[in-house]
């Protein structure tokens, strides 16, 4: 099945998940999964949040994500992913000066 990203329009999210600014996103949904192209401005962030029934990989495209993870904090640049399995919390941030691009996938199981 192709997702074609390029042909979906842009929702823009103020405060999502209770964070900072807007989250830009073209989203397909099913029961099944979240497939997500994302892009997070300078300054704006994603809140925290919990994986209680479902898990997410995030592939970074471009741009430097901060990530809390758990109790911890990590850095995932472009070309690397961040996962946060089922029962796990995390938030990211742009602290950088450019957008981070990203493709996010959220599988329920």
Request: aromatic fraction near 8%; glycine fraction near 10%; hydrophobic fraction near 35%.
């Amino acid at each position: 099945m192709k997702i074609n990203f390029k042909e979906m329009e842009a929702a823009t999210i103020p405060h999502f998940k209770g964070g900072e600014g807007d989250f830009i996103a073209k989203m397909h949904t099913d029961d099944l999964n979240k497939i997500i192209n994302g892009r997070l401005q300078p300054g704006c962030t994603i809140g925290l949040h919990t994986h209680e029934t479902n898990s997410e990989i995030i592939f970074i495209v471009s741009g430097t994500a901060d990530f809390i993870y758990d109790d911890g904090t990590e850095t995932v640049e472009a070309g690397n992913c961040h996962y946060c399995p089922k029962g796990h919390s995390h938030s990211m941030i742009n602290n950088g000066t450019e957008d981070i691009v990203f493709y996010a996938v959220v599988p329920e199981h």
